[in-house]
């Protein structure tokens, strides 16, 4: 057995295998299968990715949501893109699109443009200060992620980015959703 500490709540099963005994009991009582505690504890990782997430680009005055959209700007041909492609690309609403853009471009981040394609579409222009605050984080952001998938070796990332995709796949081919 390893002397790694593990996180508070957690334990370790007799092949090594993380688990949490409150969510196990409490699905065992339900009689819900074992997929719905692997599901809570994916669940779990993102909620705790998403907040380390958050904690780190507050760092840099913006939201993770933010950062996506100054990021899918900053390599994009020109730096622009149509609010609706940004929206597209994220997977949002075009509604969302345009408060994030609206608080960027105050932020001096971003600014909107015609679109020469088409008169009725605006493009959101990273600026030179949105670019300057993305290069400003890229060395930070390898260093930040390094420290968050520490305790994984290459192939256990690997095979997590497999298992996520995989289960996208899955639940891209179900009729209705899930």
Known sequence: MSS???????ASDASGCLYDPVVRTALRRMG????LEAISALRLAAKRVHEATEQWTGRYGLTESRLQVLTYLYFAPDRQMT????????NLVPRTVTGLVDK??????VRRVPD??????VRAQLTKAGAARIEAMRN???EWEA?????????QLAELRHLCLLMVKHLDTLE???
């Open 32 to 35: 819900v299968s074992k997929s």
């Open 116 to 121: 020469p394609s088409d008169r009725r579409s």
């Open 140 to 142: 930070d952001a390898s």
């Open 83 to 90: 609010l609706g492609q940004l929206a597209e690309s994220q």
């Open 147 to 155: 420290k968050g998938t520490a305790a994984l070796k290459p192939r």
């Open 4 to 10: 790694l500490k593990l996180p508070t709540g957690l």
């Open 104 to 109: 960027l471009e105050r932020d001096g981040l």
């Open 176 to 178: 209705g959703g899930y």
